[in-house]
């Protein structure tokens, strides 16, 4: 017992940037440059996938929080969850739930595809939730977007998960929050939920544990992109269309690639 509580905290420790009061780590000067042009080139939109035409903030320029915006820009970001976000919008949930929002890209998306929708967003670093209201205010859904801090044991305490779509990017936390015996209505709640196996290797056998009972649970990793498939690219030098689609995945300690679990449950 005391063993695994102790990886808990561990991994805890590790979560970055969800549990640490930071926003992100810098990116460098030849990816700022990159991010201009491609920004510039887009008209600050996203170009495919399924929030394509979404205004992505704009002059001087995409807040740090997000540490991969070209991805956005061009369309590739998380492309492997393309066709599951787009039967998830086809079941026109009403009210989505996003712990972790980074930059704002899902809970801005959604709220877009989703007109009747409305998002509670949770998030524990201030400059996220600036950064998600900006992006909100300028798509002109803020009005539908209601977002609060860290979420942690309480956090969803009044929320009525049964029915909801909930989306989760929360580093590591997921091991902790996403506990039915914590919020018993996740029971009847679909789920997005990326696996940060990397941090602790407990994530995804545990959440398949947990939600065996109530929920099927399909699997997909992430792939490397390929620059050349992209024909918004093809202006760049390689080496820069390659820096253009890394989204910078962290593998586990046996080398597999990032994992997103997507949970739908069995009464739906």
Same mark, same amino acid.
């Given at each position: 017992?005391?063993?695994?509580?102790? #990886?808990?905290?561990? *991994?805890?420790?590790? %979560?970055?940037?969800?549990?640490?009061?930071?926003?992100?780590?810098?990116?460098? !000067? &030849?990816?700022?440059?990159?991010?201009?042009?491609?920004?510039?080139?887009?008209?600050?939109?996203?170009?495919?996938?399924?929030?394509?035409?979404?205004?992505?903030?704009?002059?001087?320029?995409?807040?740090?929080?997000?540490?991969?915006?070209?991805?956005?820009?061009?369309?590739?970001?998380?492309?492997?969850?393309?066709?599951?976000?787009?039967?998830?919008?086809?079941?026109?949930?009403?009210?989505?739930?996003?712990?972790?929002?980074?930059?704002?890209?899902?809970?801005?998306?959604?709220?877009? #595809?989703?007109?009747? *929708?409305?998002?509670? %967003?949770?998030?524990?670093?201030?400059?996220?939730?600036?950064?998600?209201?900006? !992006? &909100?205010?300028?798509?002109?859904?803020?009005?539908?977007?209601?977002?609060?801090?860290?979420?942690?044991?309480?956090?969803?305490?009044?929320?009525?998960?049964?029915?909801?779509?909930?989306?989760?990017?929360?580093?590591?936390?997921?091991?902790?929050?996403?506990?039915?015996?914590?919020?018993?209505?996740?029971?009847?709640?679909?789920?997005?939920?990326?696996?940060?196996?990397?941090?602790?290797?407990?994530?995804?056998?545990?959440?398949?544990?947990?939600?065996?009972?109530?929920?099927?649970?399909?699997?997909?990793?992430?792939?490397?992109?390929?620059?050349?498939?992209?024909?918004?690219?093809?202006?760049?030098?390689?080496?820069?269309?390659?820096?253009?689609?890394?989204?910078?995945?962290?593998?586990?300690?046996?080398?597999?690639?990032?994992?997103?679990?997507?949970?739908?449950?069995?009464?739906?």
């Amino acid at each position: 017992m005391l063993r695994n509580q102790m #990886r808990t905290l561990v *991994s805890a420790w590790k %979560v970055n940037p969800y549990t640490r009061w930071q926003a992100a780590d810098h990116r460098n !000067l &030849a990816y700022d440059r990159l991010v201009a042009q491609i920004a510039e080139l887009a008209q600050y939109k996203i170009l495919a996938g399924p929030y394509a035409g979404m205004k992505y903030f704009g002059p001087p320029g995409v807040p740090i929080v997000d540490q991969t915006p070209t991805t956005k820009f061009i369309g590739s970001y998380e492309e492997e969850l393309n066709p599951w976000i787009e039967s998830l919008i086809a079941n026109d949930y009403r009210q989505i739930v996003h712990i972790g929002v980074g930059a704002g890209y899902h809970a801005v998306g959604m709220a877009l #595809r989703l007109p009747e *929708s409305l998002s509670i %967003v949770f998030d524990t670093l201030i400059p996220c939730r600036k950064a998600c209201k900006a !992006l &909100a205010i300028q798509n002109g859904v803020h009005n539908r977007i209601q977002l609060r801090g860290f979420c942690g044991t309480e956090g969803m305490s009044d929320v009525d998960l049964t029915g909801s779509l909930l989306f989760s990017d929360c580093g590591g936390a997921e091991l902790t929050i996403l506990d039915p015996a914590l919020y018993p209505t996740l029971r009847g709640a679909t789920m997005l939920v990326e696996l940060h196996d990397a941090f602790d290797d407990r994530v995804t056998p545990r959440l398949r544990s947990r939600f065996s009972a109530t929920h099927r649970m399909e699997i997909r990793s992430s792939v490397q992109r390929d620059s050349l498939s992209y024909s918004f690219l093809n202006a760049f030098p390689p080496s820069m269309g390659r820096m253009a689609v890394d989204e910078r995945r962290s593998f586990t300690r046996e080398g597999r690639p990032q994992t997103w679990a997507l949970l739908r449950p069995y009464s739906s």
